[in-house]
């Protein structure tokens, strides 16, 4: 029989060697009725969750953006005692005693008028038309992306359906086009151009083109087109892609944001040239002299200028999705 000293020994040596007895798996814990009952609510609720702030940041990226806009000043008489309103002294003198924007109503100093912020919101009571106002302070004045003619004439085009043969090529009748520009001076957004106040969808086309040609500063600004005309001259088809994407960018961001919404929609025009015949070749034609106004040139250099515009608005069409 072995001692009591000799197991002891047996034992420390078995708990050295490290050797472990195999045990058997704890039993699972049983599952909780109630866990079971709210784990598809739970599941509910964060999908519900992830829809709704999917939902409030597409809300955000759908507002207006926050363009930013010079003020348009201009010299004044006030009548009275005025003060600046930027640096809050009195404006002295009888006649011409400071400026005032023709847009937002700011009253300051000549003086004061070259270091305030371009941070002008235009009112409504002082923007009174729509045609020949300035695009930026038309689309700030009503707090939109873009300018309430681009959006409802495109809009009413695409309604109708893009297969008139010769669309923006063809003209409609200039009494009936003035009519259009009337009512929305008259009206901005509520006013009518369903095909029951206007049938021939020629009319809406030159509604749009006319905006485009009466805008004080083109779409593409007079300070960007000497980029414009001089990427259109590059042989090279990827270099002169690149160099269009950087003129791009010298672009006011509101007309940039227009000049995207309206290439888009002339690549869907030319999705149906087999019904209406018109290419983003024509199409390039129609608007390259409607978007791209270069000041004070010579006619020889205007009428060499053209063939360049053409070939821009072509490339713009054409790589609208690459573009922008």
């Not at 000293?5 to 699972?28: C, D």
């Not at 930027?86 to 109503?105: E, H, P, R, S």
């Not at 309430?148 to 200039?174: K, W």
């Not at 999705?271 to 002299?289: A, C, H, R, T, Y």
Request: hydrophobic share 35%.
């Amino acid at each position: 029989m072995p001692s009591r000293e000799s197991y002891i020994v047996k034992r420390g040596k078995n708990k050295g060697s490290g050797t472990r007895l195999n045990r058997a798996p704890a039993p699972p814990k049983p599952t909780s009725p109630a866990s079971t009952f709210w784990q598809p609510i739970r599941s509910f609720a964060l999908s519900q969750l992830t829809s709704l702030v999917r939902r409030a940041t597409l809300r955000e990226s759908d507002l207006a953006p926050k363009y930013e806009k010079v003020h348009n000043f201009k010299v004044h008489t006030f009548r009275g005692p005025h003060w600046c309103e930027y640096c809050a002294n009195f404006m002295w003198g009888l006649i011409a005693q400071g400026v005032k924007c023709a847009d937002c109503g700011l009253n300051v100093h000549k003086q004061c008028s070259k270091v305030v912020p371009n941070d002008c919101q235009p009112d409504l009571r002082h923007v009174k038309k729509v045609y020949s106002c300035d695009l930026t302070t038309l689309v700030k004045a009503h707090n939109t992306k873009r300018p309430m003619v681009v959006d409802m004439c495109i809009q009413e085009l695409e309604a109708r359906g893009l297969q008139s043969e010769g669309l923006y090529r063809i003209s409609g009748f200039s009494e009936l086009i003035e009519d259009v520009k009337l009512a929305f001076d008259r009206d901005g957004e509520k006013a009518d151009i369903s095909t029951n106040a206007y049938e021939d969808i020629n009319i809406i086309t030159g509604a749009l083109k006319l905006y485009f040609r009466e805008l004080p500063i083109p779409l593409i600004t007079y300070d960007a087109h000497p980029r414009f005309i001089d990427a259109a001259k590059i042989s090279d088809p990827e270099k002169r892609l690149e160099a269009l994407h950087e003129a791009l960018k010298l672009l006011p961001p509101a007309h940039c944001e227009t000049l995207r919404y309206l290439m888009a929609h002339l690549k869907r025009v030319t999705q149906n040239e087999k019904d209406n015949l018109m290419s983003s070749e024509n199409l390039g034609i129609v608007f390259g002299p409607t978007l791209m106004r270069a000041p004070e040139l010579d006619a020889m250099t205007a009428l060499n200028d053209i063939r360049y515009q053409r070939l821009v608005v072509e490339t713009l069409i054409t790589n609208e999705d690459v573009l922008f």
